[in-house]
């Protein structure tokens, strides 16, 4: 997943991006509302980790923005305010949950999971679609009882066609979803990450399908 992290606290910033970073993610951080907007008018995310106290503003009014102009990117709100009436104002606001400071980064990235599920309308981590089934947690894929781990790029891939199943994606937007705005990336990248996961799926009905002149899409064969 590609996150949108606005953060001004440079020491917890740095845990926070290198923590989901490891695990394969794509992260971009704003230090302030600013850089935020910015990044949001180039940028589709499919998750922001919102700090509320922020030099330029409130992150409060940030998600008001966001909600009012109808984006539906999930916003977690990173909040040192404990107080009830802090997390229910937020939530009213139109956040899809908060993390009290300071936190554990299980507790984050389990909470990134939970509001992805609810998002999708699932109950579980696994993707099943035709004879594939998908374990993001376990970095798994699962063709006809085969089983595959899949590397850091690989898996990311995999959970942007699976996540949206018969969607084309051009390989420059697969670019913008991939790799952060600091690494110098091609389109011949994602030629090479498609052809890991087609050997991957051999066999299998779900394929990765050209579609020529526009990207790729994941199908039923």
């Known amino acids: 997943m ?29 230090p302030d509302l600013g850089t935020a907007d910015d990044f949001i008018a180039t940028t589709e995310y499919d998750m922001i980790l919102l ?33 009830v009436s802090d997390r229910v104002s937020v939530l009213d606001l139109g956040a899809d949950d908060y993390i009290v400071k300071p936190f554990d980064f299980s507790e984050l990235e389990a909470r990134c999971r939970a509001v992805q599920r609810r998002r999708s309308g699932g109950a579980s981590n696994l993707h099943k ?23 850091n790029r690989e898996l990311r891939l995999f959970e942007i066609f699976i ?10 937007k697969l670019v913008d979803r991939l790799f952060s705005y600091d690494v110098d990336a091609s389109e011949n990248a994602i030629e090479v990450y498609v052809g ?17 002149g526009l990207g790729y899409r994941l199908s039923l064969s």
């Open 2 to 30: 590609r996150y949108l992290l606005v953060e001004d606290n440079d020491q917890l910033a740095n845990a926070v991006l290198d923590r989901l970073t490891l695990d394969g993610h794509v992260v971009d951080r704003a």
């Open 51 to 83: 700090d509320i106290m922020l030099p330029d503003g409130d992150g409060r009014q940030f998600l008001q923005a966001h909600r009012t102009a109808q984006r539906n990117t999930p916003v977690i709100v990173l909040t040192a305010r404990s107080e």
């Open 129 to 151: 679609y035709g004879d594939v089934v998908f374990d993001p947690l376990a970095c798994t894929l699962t063709v006809n009882g085969r089983e595959v781990r899949l590397r």
């Open 163 to 172: 996540a949206a199943p018969d969607q084309v994606f051009s390989k420059s």
């Open 196 to 212: 890991r996961l087609r050997k991957h799926l051999e066999g299998a009905q779900a394929q990765i399908v050209t579609v020529r």
